[in-house]
């Protein structure tokens, strides 16, 4: 079994104003989708949602703000499923919610250190 990392990203622009209903409905197709990765067994870490703003550092020591001003996309959020291969993980993340908005989920192995 592999772990696997999903890395959501959206284009920020691209995400719609919600109302606070529409928004609980959001949040419910992403807890439904988590929880039937779980129920499969399959779910290794909820993860969390990142803020839409940070820093990077770069190897000179410089600090800018970030994360990748120049980019549409951004990254909103992460989970770890467990699996036998990367087309199993892949197969899981095709009902992401985050497709809704013109969003992608990118689907990498972690190897441990």
């Not at 890395?7 to 719609?16: A, G, K, T, V």
């Not at 467990?82 to 892949?90: F, G, L, R, Y």
Request: aromatic share 8%; proline share 4%.
């Amino acid at each position: 079994m592999t772990d696997f990392l999903f890395i959501f990203r959206r284009d920020e622009n691209e995400i719609p104003k919600l109302s606070p209903e529409e928004m609980q409905a959001d949040t419910q197709k992403w807890i439904d989708w988590i929880s039937g990765i779980a129920a499969q067994g399959k779910l290794n870490s909820r993860g969390n949602r990142l803020e839409r703003t940070g820093k990077v550092v770069r190897a000179n020591g410089i600090v800018t703000d970030g994360p990748f001003m120049e980019l549409k996309e951004a990254i909103g959020g992460y989970i770890v499923v467990t699996t036998e291969t990367i087309e199993d993980a892949a197969e899981l993340a095709k009902g992401c919610p985050v497709y809704g908005y013109g969003g992608n989920v990118e689907v990498r192995a972690i190897k441990t250190l």
